[in-house]
């Protein structure tokens, strides 16, 4: 059986190790933001509105809403 929260731990330490013994920098750290927003195919709630037809206040009734850097954003990676 996979355990996702273990794989979730070793990942973030992996990351929080390399960047703090500077083998990684900024640039990567953006560059695995990007890559983690493809997968979950993150939009904001009004690029998700506009993409789907639907409304601002549509947008807000999605289950899927995440909130980073005091931004909400919808996961739409079904």
């Known amino acids: 059986m996979i355990d996702i929260k273990a794989n979730t731990d070793k990942l973030l330490q992996f990351v929080a190790n390399k960047f703090e013994n500077n083998e990684l920098d900024?640039?990567?750290?953006?560059?695995?933001?990007?890559?983690?927003?493809?997968?979950?195919?993150?939009?904001?709630?009004?690029?998700?509105?506009?993409?789907?037809?639907?409304?601002?206040?549509?947008?807000?009734?999605?289950?899927?809403?995440i909130e980073l850097f005091g931004v909400k954003f919808i996961i739409d990676n079904f």
């Open 26 to 65: 900024n640039n990567s750290l953006v560059q695995l933001i990007e890559l983690a927003g493809s997968y979950l195919n993150l939009q904001t709630l009004p690029n998700w509105a506009a993409a789907n037809g639907k409304s601002y206040n549509g947008a807000k009734m999605q289950k899927n809403k």
